[in-house]
């Protein structure tokens, strides 16, 4: 199958807009390429890999890219997106160029355009993840390499909610510890968890899309003896008692759990949550201390709060 790159210049101002007309025509993605992202300073308190070459953005401004399939309706959605976009000007958004080229791709090139923005991220002071098309060399003896394909459920792992639990479980994971992962997704914090020396986990999720790609990845990374994945609805029906129990899903799903959390962990064993907005963090506090937990610690990176909490030796 034959595809069109559409390769619009514009400015920073005029992504949004033009991100929602390329949509709504039809493109399933965009590509933004934003000459300012090359001198941001980033935050990178464990040495993240930010690998952007200058030669894949424009020289000025910002270059969206969408791939649209070539048919009978091609000239047509372009002059449609040509117009939407000229209408922006009604409402004083700068187009800046607003210059439009057309190029012809096939789908082998469309399938693997996309995968020079994913490169191998440090995420924690062990823990590396690497997309699997990538050869990557450990820099040093101690780093664990964990290779996920991103597209899959609940994207690279590197969202902030991910990290925050990765960060954890690297800090309070002890060797031959019993984990469970309570919303798996990809697997990726099952994987790390292994990889940190649990003897074995237990990845629930009620997606089976996620259980599907859980089970690929334990796989892909050998560490599917450790690691039971099943779909489940979060801890009905587990009767296991873990040492760690790890969930990052959104507040409002922890709060339905957090008793069975402290029912099934060990005395003294953890509860890590994330995904918590900072708007919940009191709530979901509140609630940890009310089943009987004690706070150890809480977290936050960029809005993204993060809370551990230890069942104490004696059971309330
Ligand atoms: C934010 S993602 C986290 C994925 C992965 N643990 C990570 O950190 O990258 C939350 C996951 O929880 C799953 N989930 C949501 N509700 C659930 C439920 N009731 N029981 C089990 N899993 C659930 C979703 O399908 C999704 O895969």
């Given at each position: 199958?034959?595809w069109?790159e559409?390769?619009?210049y514009?400015t ?22 934003d ?14 890999i930010?690998?952007l070459n200058p ?9 969206l ?5 070539v048919?009978s309706?091609?000239g047509?959605?372009v002059?449609e997106?040509?117009q939407?976009?000229n ?20 789908e ?5 355009a996309?995968k ?10 062990k823990?590396?993840?690497t ?13 664990l390499i964990i ?22 479980l ?7 510890d019993l984990?469970?992962?309570v919303?798996?997704?990809?697997g ?9 020396g ?7 999720d ?5 259980v599907?790609?859980a089970?690929?990845?334990?796989k892909?990374?050998?560490?599917d003896k450790?690691?039971?994945?099943k ?8 009767d ?6 790890v ?10 759990f ?17 995904g918590?907005?900072?708007a ?12 009987g ?5 809480v ?7 993060s ?10």
């Open positions: 199958m034959k069109t559409l390769c619009i514009t920073n101002e005029a992504i949004e807009p033009i991100s929602n007309i390329i949509h709504e025509a039809g493109a399933s993605g965009v590509v933004i390429e000459q300012q992202d090359l001198f941001i300073e980033r935050e990178a308190p464990f040495g993240e930010y690998e030669e894949d953005y424009p020289e000025e401004g910002v270059r890219k969408a791939y649209l399939p048919n309706f091609l047509e959605t002059s997106i040509k939407a976009i209408n922006l000007l009604l409402y004083d958004i700068d187009l800046g160029m607003n210059k439009i080229t057309l190029s012809e791709v096939n082998e090139e469309w399938a693997t996309w020079k923005y994913y490169k191998p991220v440090k995420i924690s002071e823990i590396t993840i997309p699997t098309w990538e050869d990557y060399q450990p820099v040093s003896t101690d780093e290779e996920l394909d991103p597209g899959m459920a609940f994207g690279t792992g590197t969202h902030p909610t991910t990290v925050l639990s990765m960060q954890a690297e800090r309070f994971l002890d060797k031959d984990v469970i992962d919303g798996c997704g990809s990726v914090l099952s994987i790390a968890s292994v990889l940190l649990a003897r074995n986990v237990y990845a629930y009620l997606d089976e899309v996620a599907q790609s089970k690929l990845n334990t892909v990374n050998k560490v450790q690691v039971v994945v779909q489940n609805n979060l801890l009905n029906n587990v296991i008692h873990p040492d760690i129990i969930a990052n899903i959104l507040a409002e799903i922890i709060l339905r957090e008793r069975d959390a402290y029912h099934l962990l060990k005395p003294d064993g953890l509860f890590i949550t994330s918590i907005i900072q919940k963090k009191q709530l979901v506090k509140d609630r940890l201390m009310e089943a937990f004690d706070i150890v610690e977290n936050q990176m960029e809005d993204w709060i809370i551990i909490a230890k069942k104490p030796k004696e059971s309330r």
